[in-house]
């Protein structure tokens, strides 16, 4: 896998797993937050539960698909790209109106950014 799309893939794990870890077993997401969070190698997890690497591949596989599946089902990480996406148009429109009108409206922005 190239550089860029490693990247792509760890950035889409973590953003599933941002959502949908817990929803996982102890051990996928153990191995997960050791191979995408911590960067570990197959050979160093493999090393520290005494396992195969072929055995951590899968492990790390199956927890991908289920994180993949919960997501397709319950669609989170894509309501919450909309989500942001729509905070930071009104942020955006927010600081083009009149310097009295921005504080208020600032506020509720702010509100809407937490409680996503």
């Given at each position: 896998?190239?550089?860029?799309?490693a990247?792509e893939?760890?950035?889409?794990?973590?953003?599933?797993?941002?959502?949908?870890?817990?929803?996982l077993t102890?051990?996928q997401q153990?191995?997960?937050?050791?191979?995408?969070?911590?960067?570990?190698?197959?050979g160093?997890?493999a090393?520290?539960?005494?396992i195969s690497?072929?055995?951590?591949?899968?492990?790390?596989?199956?927890?991908?698909?289920?994180?993949?599946e919960y997501?397709?089902?319950l669609?989170?990480?894509?309501?919450?790209?909309?989500l942001?996406?729509?905070?930071?148009?009104?942020?955006?429109?927010?600081?083009?109106?009149?310097?009295?009108w921005?504080?208020?409206?600032?506020?509720?922005?702010?509100?809407?950014?937490?409680?996503?």
């Amino acid at each position: 896998m190239s550089g860029e799309n490693a990247l792509e893939k760890t950035n889409r794990i973590n953003e599933l797993y941002d959502f949908y870890g817990p929803l996982l077993t102890d051990k996928q997401q153990t191995f997960l937050k050791c191979y995408f969070h911590d960067d570990y190698t197959l050979g160093e997890i493999a090393a520290d539960f005494q396992i195969s690497r072929q055995a951590v591949y899968e492990h790390l596989k199956r927890a991908e698909q289920v994180l993949e599946e919960y997501d397709s089902k319950l669609g989170l990480v894509e309501r919450h790209i909309k989500l942001q996406a729509g905070i930071e148009l009104l942020e955006s429109q927010i600081a083009a109106l009149p310097r009295e009108w921005r504080e208020s409206l600032a506020d509720t922005a702010a509100k809407l950014r937490n409680a996503e």
